[in-house]
């Protein structure tokens, strides 16, 4: 079966940089889009950004547009999220998912059924 592991939280000063990452192995699905997620505590979880997956076609919340780039190395079979200028409102946990139904738009956020275990990102003031 699929299996999706975050990498790359840790705990950086407003203003910094980070960039997460998200390995595929097993049974991957290349027709499937690949998205981040967060979730901060008392919080929903959101959709950060995705990415299609013929790679023609990237999402981004409005809180993160500017700032964050979802992109991919196929030959890793991985994801990456880079985040600049970040902010303490970005404290949550990342999670990469990917979606079980082919050529999707990555905006189609209940199609995403497979799901790593997250990684912690903090941002200090």
């Known amino acids: 079966q699929l299996q999706l592991v975050e990498s790359g939280g840790g705990l950086v000063q407003a203003g910094g940089s980070l960039r997460l990452s998200c390995a595929a192995s097993?049974?991957?699905?290349?027709?499937?889009?690949m998205g981040w997620f967060r979730q901060a505590p008392g919080k929903e979880r959101e959709f950060v950004a995705g990415l299609s997956a013929s790679g023609g076609e990237t999402a981004y919340a409005d809180s993160v547009k500017g700032r964050f780039t979802i992109s991919r190395d196929n030959a890793k079979n991985t994801v990456y999220l880079q985040m600049n200028s970040l902010k303490p409102e970005d404290t949550a946990v990342y999670t990469c998912?990917?979606?079980?139904?082919?050529?999707?738009?990555?905006?189609?956020?209940?199609?995403?059924?497979?799901w790593g275990q997250g990684t912690q990102v903090t941002v200090s003031s």
């Open positions: 998912a990917q979606q079980s139904l082919p050529f999707q738009s990555p905006t189609a956020t209940r199609a995403y059924a497979y």
């Open positions: 097993g049974r991957t699905f290349s027709s499937g889009a």
